[in-house]
């Protein structure tokens, strides 16, 4: 039993905690959080690795939308789709209303789709038995193909970025012959770019350079006000959160798809449905409840893909295979032969860290508003340092902290120039993918 409570309870727990802070402060964000935890978690059981991974990624969401309904300045951008009926309720003595309905629909999203997570991975694993080198190959392919076409920034700027990132996943020594290719004469990139200091620089240090002189510090502070909903409330929020679950587990699974996009649609929905109503604009229960069930949905039916297929759909998602890969454990029917115990686990962690996720988040309100309080001028410098810290204790590496500052400026460069940043991810994780079954196919001939 302590054992058990070690595997599943502690790392929900702390990924909750730590999740929810991320999400709560503009910054690292969970992708990067989640690079960084790679080192720590090798010693771990893989069981534990996983469950702290994804409660930081679900906890993202969560923190997200206090800040969102309290502040009007989310952490993670499916906030800004909360913040437009959350802040207004908040703003009209309804705040604490706001944090409950946004907390008790992501936790309904959260039990359903780990419902669906368990039922339906293992027979996407099943069926990926029947593909091929050359099927998987063009999956991938066509995963390539959508990050261009729902991403943001147009299909102009996400088709060069996803090209950027695939020459950026091809460097290193090819993998037939192991001949150097595009490493420059550099010693230390024959093993590649690596995946930490890549997503850390980007998602990371390149969100600090940009946030360096910070708005949070100057929000003011809406009203909790009461707490609990009102009937008429509850009755409202529900249909909308069982929408917003059900559109969200389905963006969730497909590759591009984004927390942000699902809050959108559900937004979109849930605004369609009240146009005749008139109280739209007011703050409507609806507007919450849809969007953080649609985002938090969305964030979990990822791992369909990724444990059935083998293929991340957003960015969070290949720090997530990473990890598996790293604990010798192969996404796919393998998983399954070979550690049926890992996702019985791992579906069990999911459902822990939403319910801790839903316990901590309303009762602790007072402590992340506090958080929230300390100057931008020490919280940056602080994200910052963690991030040279851990990309350096990754592999002791000082190349590795170089790339890292690198991904940072270039991070920078590519926010204020309009280009969106996951498809330079997904280019770097699907092209060796690709090359790779596209490779065994060409020698079966």
């Not at 340092?385 to 002791?396: C, D, F, K, P, W």
Request: proline share 6%; aromatic share 6%.
């Amino acid at each position: 039993m302590i054992e058990l409570a070690f595997t599943l309870l502690m790392p929900a727990a702390l990924g909750a905690l730590l999740g929810t802070l991320v999400g709560l402060l503009p910054g690292i964000g969970p992708a990067a959080t989640m690079a960084l935890l790679l080192p720590v978690t090798f010693t771990w059981p893989a069981e534990a690795a996983l469950i702290i991974m994804c409660a930081v990624y679900f906890g993202a969401q969560y923190g997200s939308s206090t800040t969102a309904i309290l502040l009007n300045l989310p952490g993670e951008a499916s906030g800004l789709v909360t913040a437009e009926q959350g802040h207004r309720m908040a703003l009209d003595g309804r705040g604490g209303v706001a944090l409950v309905i946004a907390a008790a629909a992501s936790l309904l999203a959260g039990l359903g789709t780990a419902a669906l997570i368990a039922w339906s991975t293992p027979i996407l694993a099943q069926a990926s038995l029947a593909l091929g080198p050359l099927q998987i190959a063009l999956l991938i392919l066509l995963a390539g193909v959508a990050v261009v076409a729902v991403g943001q920034g147009g299909l102009l700027r996400n088709s060069a970025m996803l090209l950027l990132g695939a020459l950026i996943g091809l460097i290193g020594a090819d993998f037939g012959g192991g001949i150097p290719r595009m490493t420059m004469g550099i010693a230390e990139l024959r093993d590649g770019v690596g995946m930490v200091p890549l997503i850390v620089g980007l998602f990371g240090v390149g969100e600090v350079l940009a946030s360096w002189s910070g708005r949070h510090a100057a929000s003011t502070l809406a009203p909790v006000g009461r707490f609990w909903p009102t009937p008429k409330e509850w009755h409202h929020s529900a249909p909308a959160a069982v929408r917003g679950s059900m559109l969200g587990a389905l963006v969730g699974m497909l590759p591009g798809g984004s927390t942000l996009l699902a809050a959108l649609g559900s937004q979109s929905i849930e605004r369609r449905l009240w146009r005749d109503k008139g109280t739209w604009t007011t703050g409507h229960v609806s507007g919450v409840a849809g969007p953080e069930a649609a985002n938090n949905a969305a964030a979990q039916t990822g791992l369909i893909p990724l444990i059935g297929l083998g293929i991340p759909p957003n960015p969070a998602m290949a720090i997530l295979l990473g990890a598996l890969l790293l604990h010798g454990v192969p996404p796919g029917m393998a998983m399954f032969e070979q550690h049926a115990a890992l996702f019985n686990h791992l579906i069990w962690g999911i459902v822990l860290a939403n319910l801790m996720l839903f316990v901590l988040n309303v009762p602790l309100v007072g402590l992340w508003l506090n958080i929230l309080r300390v100057p931008m001028q020490v919280l940056m410098p602080l994200i910052l340092l963690i991030s040279l810290i851990g990309v350096y204790a990754h592999q002791r590496s000082l190349f590795d902290v170089w790339l890292l500052m690198l991904f940072g400026v270039m991070g920078l460069i590519f926010r204020r120039a309009g280009f969106g940043l996951a498809p330079v991810v997904f280019g770097a994780v699907l092209a060796p993918l690709f090359e790779d079954h596209l490779r065994r196919y060409l020698m079966l001939l």
